[in-house]
């Protein structure tokens, strides 16, 4: 094992979902990689906790979405083969709300435009086959078999461990204070443990990474966000196999849940659940009655037979751009620095590719895969 202020080819900064994908692609690779971690690992101070964590093909945001979630699918199936751990189950998905609505016309959209498998269910019909919802009259629903959800805390040590075992140095509890550019076009990182230089660097830190790069500042800004878990009266109808992973547009707003999993309750949440921008050092952690309301009424009202006991309420942290599309590049100015950041709430079903991405503009300053929609300078006139 290395000690402090040893070289490596590249360090990762943040061992999340992004940052443990990253570490362990390019240990695959032969790179002496150091991943660097300031909480545990895994940990429930970020984005990439949460017990479940959507994936579905069908993909509203953008259909420039599809081809890395296609990939993203094959890589988390590889992960799980490769770690026998469970890291990946498809329940099938839901994406509904009124026919004219972004969240189901931009789902069908997606699908039709890449022969993607689906159906049109009315909201009479997703009650028949799937009795855990109750949808308004009127309502449309696209039906993607392959959706589920991704296990992040098992998806994170399946990639540290791959990451480890290729020959990896994985740190948690050690805080990077800040890099800087050394003269012969590498990087050298500062930590509360020590020194160490580079020719590469990746930041991966979630809701941090705008305070190691003024670039991300105003990019990439975290926001709190709650989930919440709520008992059923008949837990069978909202297990896995009976329940799929969903995204509903509603006049409440926009919401997501899963099926029961790992905690004896259905899960729910709210996109920019109260429009809270925070410091990620410094906000309130702990969920309060008003985070809880807003979530309960939309079970009441729209999957009424879990709106029973409270289980579980927890925070976490969303990370926004301004269009709300994800941020892949390196640094203008620095091109051995290569950035993940800007995920919006939607970007953790695509860790799995976002780390081989980051290990390609690593490495080689560029990818095969198709990122130029993420790119930095899009934000060049302002608009975004």
């Known amino acids: 094992m290395h000690s402090p202020d040893d070289r490596y080819d590249v360090v990762v900064v943040g061992v999340g979902g992004m940052g443990s994908a990253t570490t362990a692609h390019l240990a695959e690779r032969g790179l002496d990689v150091l991943g660097l971690e300031r909480y545990d690992i895994p940990h429930t101070m970020g984005s990439s906790h949460g017990i479940t964590r959507i994936i579905r093909r069908a993909y509203y945001e953008h259909p420039s979405y599809i081809p890395l979630i296609e990939r993203a699918y094959d890589l988390w199936d590889e992960l799980a083969a490769e770690t026998d751990r469970e890291i990946i189950r498809r329940?099938?998905?839901?994406?509904?709300?009124?026919?004219?609505?972004?969240?189901?016309?931009?789902?069908?959209?997606?699908?039709?435009?890449?022969?993607?498998?689906?159906?049109?269910?009315?909201?009479?019909?997703?009650?028949?086959?799937?009795?855990?919802?109750?949808?308004?009259?009127?309502?449309?629903?696209?039906?993607?078999?392959?959706?589920?959800?991704?296990?992040?805390?098992?998806?994170?040590?399946?990639?540290?461990?791959?990451?480890?075992?290729?020959?990896?140095?994985?740190?948690?509890?050690?805080?990077?204070?800040?890099?800087?550019?050394?003269?012969?076009?590498?990087?050298?990182?500062?930590?509360?443990?020590?020194?160490?230089?580079?020719?590469?660097?990746?930041?991966?830190?979630?809701?941090?990474?705008?305070?190691?790069?003024?670039?991300?500042?105003?990019?990439?800004?975290?926001?709190?966000?709650?989930?919440?878990?709520?008992?059923?009266?008949?837990?069978?109808?909202?297990?896995?196999?009976?329940?799929?992973?969903?995204?509903?547009?509603?006049?409440?707003?926009?919401?997501?849940?899963?099926?029961?999993?790992?905690?004896?309750?259905?899960?729910?949440?709210?996109?920019?659940?109260?429009?809270e921008r925070v410091d990620p050092d410094s906000y309130e952690t702990d969920p309060d009655r008003d985070d809880e309301r807003l979530l309960r009424e939309v079970v009441a009202n729209y999957f009424p037979e879990a709106d029973g006991p409270t289980m579980r309420l927890a925070t976490c942290l969303f990370t926004n751009s301004p269009d709300e599309h994800f941020i892949l590049d390196t640094l203008p100015d620095h091109p051995q620095v290569a950035v993940g950041a800007g995920f919006s709430g939607h970007g953790f079903k695509f860790a799995s590719v976002i780390g081989e991405i980051l290990a390609d503009l690593a490495v080689d300053g560029e990818t095969d895969q198709p990122i130029d929609m993420f790119r930095l300078d899009r934000f060049d006139d302002g608009t975004g």
């Not at 269910?121 to 078999?145: D, M, W």
């Not at 969903?246 to 790992?262: A, C, M, S």
């Open 91 to 275: 329940t099938g998905s839901i994406d509904a709300g009124p026919e004219d609505t972004v969240v189901f016309e931009g789902s069908l959209r997606s699908c039709e435009q890449h022969d993607i498998p689906h159906e049109v269910l009315t909201s009479e019909e997703v009650s028949e086959r799937f009795p855990g919802y109750r949808l308004p009259e009127g309502y449309k629903a696209l039906y993607q078999p392959d959706g589920g959800f991704v296990v992040p805390e098992q998806s994170i040590i399946g990639h540290v461990e791959t990451a480890q075992a290729a020959g990896a140095d994985v740190r948690a509890r050690e805080r990077v204070h800040d890099w800087e550019p050394t003269p012969a076009g590498g990087v050298r990182v500062e930590t509360d443990r020590g020194t160490y230089d580079a020719s590469a660097l990746v930041l991966a830190a979630g809701a941090w990474n705008y305070k190691f790069a003024d670039e991300l500042d105003g990019l990439a800004v975290p926001e709190r966000q709650v989930l919440g878990w709520f008992q059923p009266e008949r837990p069978s109808t909202f297990e896995p196999d009976n329940f799929p992973v969903w995204n509903l547009q509603v006049p409440e707003g926009r919401f997501y849940g899963l099926p029961i999993y790992d905690v004896p309750g259905l899960k729910i949440g709210k996109y920019h659940h109260r429009d």
